[in-house]
Protein backbone atom coordinates (compact mmCIF):
# COMPACT_ATOMS: atom_id res chain seq x y z
CA UNK A 1 0.00 0.00 0.00
CA UNK A 2 1.02 3.57 -0.70
CA UNK A 3 0.53 6.91 0.99
CA UNK A 4 -2.84 8.21 0.18
CA UNK A 5 -5.02 5.17 1.18
CA UNK A 6 -7.20 3.87 3.62
CA UNK A 7 -7.03 0.84 6.01
CA UNK A 8 -10.61 -0.26 7.13
CA UNK A 9 -10.24 -2.27 10.63
CA UNK A 10 -13.40 -3.97 12.34
CA UNK A 11 -13.76 -6.88 14.82
CA UNK A 12 -15.41 -8.04 17.53
CA UNK A 13 -15.39 -6.13 20.39
CA UNK A 14 -12.37 -7.47 22.68
CA UNK A 15 -10.76 -8.79 19.59
CA UNK A 16 -7.75 -6.03 20.47
CA UNK A 17 -8.99 -4.10 17.31
CA UNK A 18 -8.44 -0.59 19.73
CA UNK A 19 -5.12 -1.57 20.94
CA UNK A 20 -4.17 -2.17 17.11
CA UNK A 21 -5.49 0.96 15.89
CA UNK A 22 -3.38 3.07 18.83
CA UNK A 23 -0.19 1.30 17.50
CA UNK A 24 -0.80 2.49 14.09
CA UNK A 25 -1.98 5.93 15.38
CA UNK A 26 1.91 6.34 16.60
CA UNK A 27 3.26 6.30 12.77
CA UNK A 28 2.78 10.18 11.55
CA UNK A 29 1.83 9.02 7.99
CA UNK A 30 -1.63 7.74 9.75
CA UNK A 31 -4.79 9.82 10.34
CA UNK A 32 -6.85 8.41 12.35
CA UNK A 33 -10.85 8.84 11.54
CA UNK A 34 -12.97 10.20 14.19
CA UNK A 35 -16.04 9.09 14.34
CA UNK A 36 -18.96 10.52 14.92
CA UNK A 37 -21.43 8.62 18.19
CA UNK A 38 -24.77 9.39 19.85
CA UNK A 39 -23.40 7.23 22.92
CA UNK A 40 -21.82 8.39 26.07
CA UNK A 41 -18.73 9.03 26.40
CA UNK A 42 -16.32 6.49 28.79
CA UNK A 43 -14.47 7.47 31.45
CA UNK A 44 -11.48 9.23 29.46
CA UNK A 45 -12.57 9.64 26.21
CA UNK A 46 -12.14 12.91 24.82
CA UNK A 47 -14.68 14.48 22.57
CA UNK A 48 -13.21 15.63 18.98
CA UNK A 49 -10.15 12.97 20.10
CA UNK A 50 -11.58 9.42 20.53
CA UNK A 51 -15.13 10.62 18.61
CA UNK A 52 -17.81 13.27 18.11
CA UNK A 53 -19.94 12.68 20.97
CA UNK A 54 -23.33 13.93 19.25
CA UNK A 55 -27.06 14.54 20.57
CA UNK A 56 -28.95 12.29 18.41
CA UNK A 57 -30.87 15.26 16.68
CA UNK A 58 -27.39 16.85 15.83
CA UNK A 59 -26.77 12.90 14.53
CA UNK A 60 -29.24 13.15 11.76
CA UNK A 61 -28.90 16.45 10.50
CA UNK A 62 -25.51 15.42 9.60
CA UNK A 63 -27.38 12.42 7.71
CA UNK A 64 -30.16 14.69 6.17
CA UNK A 65 -26.65 16.71 4.98
CA UNK A 66 -25.40 13.37 3.63
CA UNK A 67 -22.38 14.08 5.48
CA UNK A 68 -21.55 10.85 5.97
CA UNK A 69 -20.03 8.27 3.96
CA UNK A 70 -21.41 5.51 6.38
CA UNK A 71 -23.38 5.21 9.24
CA UNK A 72 -24.99 2.14 11.40
CA UNK A 73 -26.34 1.15 14.59
CA UNK A 74 -24.02 -0.31 16.73
CA UNK A 75 -24.98 -1.75 20.43
CA UNK A 76 -28.48 0.63 20.55
CA UNK A 77 -26.33 3.75 19.59
CA UNK A 78 -25.97 5.59 16.53
CA UNK A 79 -22.17 5.70 14.51
CA UNK A 80 -20.81 7.30 11.19
CA UNK A 81 -17.88 8.34 9.30
CA UNK A 82 -17.82 11.81 8.30
CA UNK A 83 -16.93 12.12 4.19
CA UNK A 84 -15.12 15.57 4.41
CA UNK A 85 -11.83 14.33 6.82
CA UNK A 86 -11.54 11.19 4.89
CA UNK A 87 -10.92 13.19 1.59
CA UNK A 88 -8.98 15.50 2.84
CA UNK A 89 -6.48 13.39 4.65
CA UNK A 90 -6.36 11.07 1.42
CA UNK A 91 -5.74 14.47 -0.89
CA UNK A 92 -3.07 15.18 1.90
CA UNK A 93 -1.44 11.66 0.92
CA UNK A 94 -2.27 10.38 4.26
CA UNK A 95 -2.88 6.70 5.34
CA UNK A 96 -6.51 6.96 6.62
CA UNK A 97 -7.74 4.46 9.64
CA UNK A 98 -11.08 3.70 10.05
CA UNK A 99 -12.31 1.49 13.02
CA UNK A 100 -15.36 1.06 12.33
CA UNK A 101 -17.68 -2.02 12.17
CA UNK A 102 -19.16 -4.53 10.10
CA UNK A 103 -21.92 -3.28 8.33
CA UNK A 104 -19.89 0.24 8.31
CA UNK A 105 -17.26 -1.71 6.50
CA UNK A 106 -19.49 -3.61 4.46
CA UNK A 107 -21.27 -0.24 3.30
CA UNK A 108 -17.79 1.17 2.34
CA UNK A 109 -17.26 -1.88 0.24
CA UNK A 110 -20.68 -1.93 -1.70
CA UNK A 111 -19.73 2.19 -2.41
CA UNK A 112 -16.71 0.91 -4.21
CA UNK A 113 -14.45 2.62 -1.83
CA UNK A 114 -10.89 1.41 -2.46
CA UNK A 115 -9.39 0.06 1.24
CA UNK A 116 -7.57 -2.92 3.05
CA UNK A 117 -10.44 -3.84 4.48
CA UNK A 118 -8.85 -5.92 7.98
CA UNK A 119 -11.08 -8.24 10.03
CA UNK A 120 -9.36 -8.49 13.53
CA UNK A 121 -9.83 -11.57 15.40
CA UNK A 122 -9.54 -12.87 19.09
CA UNK A 123 -8.31 -16.42 18.73
CA UNK A 124 -11.58 -17.65 20.10
CA UNK A 125 -14.48 -17.52 22.29
CA UNK A 126 -12.97 -17.86 25.92
CA UNK A 127 -10.68 -15.40 25.60
CA UNK A 128 -12.89 -12.94 23.95
CA UNK A 129 -15.37 -13.53 26.92
CA UNK A 130 -11.98 -12.93 29.03
CA UNK A 131 -11.21 -9.77 27.50
CA UNK A 132 -14.43 -8.26 27.78
CA UNK A 133 -14.38 -9.49 31.38
CA UNK A 134 -11.36 -8.00 32.28
CA UNK A 135 -11.91 -4.49 30.53
CA UNK A 136 -14.27 -3.84 33.77
CA UNK A 137 -16.12 -1.22 31.21
CA UNK A 138 -19.54 -3.35 30.70
CA UNK A 139 -22.38 -4.66 32.39
CA UNK A 140 -23.12 -8.01 32.14
CA UNK A 141 -25.92 -7.90 30.00
CA UNK A 142 -23.94 -5.63 27.51
CA UNK A 143 -21.03 -8.25 27.84
CA UNK A 144 -23.60 -11.01 26.72
CA UNK A 145 -24.72 -8.82 24.04
CA UNK A 146 -21.31 -8.34 22.80
CA UNK A 147 -20.76 -11.65 22.91
CA UNK A 148 -23.61 -12.66 20.98
CA UNK A 149 -22.65 -9.93 18.35
CA UNK A 150 -19.16 -10.75 18.25
CA UNK A 151 -20.23 -14.16 16.66
CA UNK A 152 -22.32 -12.75 14.24
CA UNK A 153 -19.63 -10.68 13.15
CA UNK A 154 -17.22 -13.52 12.86
CA UNK A 155 -19.66 -14.81 10.02
CA UNK A 156 -18.79 -12.08 8.14
CA UNK A 157 -14.32 -12.48 8.88
CA UNK A 158 -14.51 -13.57 5.35
CA UNK A 159 -15.90 -10.44 3.11
CA UNK A 160 -12.85 -8.86 4.19
CA UNK A 161 -9.32 -8.63 2.18
CA UNK A 162 -7.68 -9.89 5.43
CA UNK A 163 -8.64 -11.49 8.56
CA UNK A 164 -5.61 -11.08 11.64
CA UNK A 165 -5.83 -13.20 14.11
CA UNK A 166 -4.66 -11.33 17.30
CA UNK A 167 -3.29 -14.26 19.20
CA UNK A 168 -0.03 -12.09 20.24
CA UNK A 169 -1.00 -8.34 20.08
CA UNK A 170 2.98 -7.56 18.76
CA UNK A 171 2.32 -10.43 16.20
CA UNK A 172 -0.91 -8.72 15.11
CA UNK A 173 0.64 -5.46 14.99
CA UNK A 174 3.32 -6.50 12.77
CA UNK A 175 0.72 -8.06 10.46
CA UNK A 176 -1.60 -5.01 10.22
CA UNK A 177 1.41 -2.70 10.21
CA UNK A 178 2.63 -4.56 6.83
CA UNK A 179 -0.77 -4.78 5.61
CA UNK A 180 -0.52 -1.03 5.62
CA UNK A 181 2.38 -0.52 3.94
CA UNK A 182 4.14 1.26 7.27
CA UNK A 183 6.70 -1.28 7.72
CA UNK A 184 8.76 0.10 6.01
CA UNK A 185 10.56 3.53 7.10
CA UNK A 186 8.97 6.67 6.53
CA UNK A 187 10.55 8.38 3.06
CA UNK A 188 12.31 11.59 3.43
P1 LIG B 1 -17.47 1.56 20.99
O1 LIG B 1 -18.77 2.12 21.47
O2 LIG B 1 -17.06 0.35 21.79
O3 LIG B 1 -16.39 2.61 20.89
O4 LIG B 1 -17.71 1.05 19.51
C1 LIG B 1 -18.72 0.14 19.22
C2 LIG B 1 -18.59 -0.32 17.79
O5 LIG B 1 -18.88 0.76 16.88
C3 LIG B 1 -17.21 -0.82 17.41
O6 LIG B 1 -17.35 -2.02 16.67
C4 LIG B 1 -16.67 0.29 16.54
O7 LIG B 1 -15.72 -0.20 15.61
C5 LIG B 1 -17.92 0.75 15.85
N1 LIG B 1 -17.79 2.09 15.25
C6 LIG B 1 -17.08 3.13 15.71
N2 LIG B 1 -17.18 4.17 14.86
C7 LIG B 1 -17.96 3.76 13.83
C8 LIG B 1 -18.41 4.39 12.62
O8 LIG B 1 -18.11 5.53 12.31
N3 LIG B 1 -19.21 3.64 11.83
C9 LIG B 1 -19.56 2.37 12.12
N4 LIG B 1 -20.32 1.72 11.25
N5 LIG B 1 -19.16 1.75 13.25
C10 LIG B 1 -18.36 2.43 14.09
Known amino acids: MAAGCMVVISGPSGSGKSSICRRLIQDPRVVFSVSATTRAPRAGEVDGVDYHFLSKERFREHIEKGEFIEHA ?87 YDHVVVNANLEAAIGEVLRIAGLDAPQEV
Open 73 to 159: EVHGNLYGTLRQPMDDAIAAGKVYLLEIDVQGALQLRELGIEAEYIFVAPPNHETLRERLVGRGTDAPEVIERRLKKALDEMEESHR
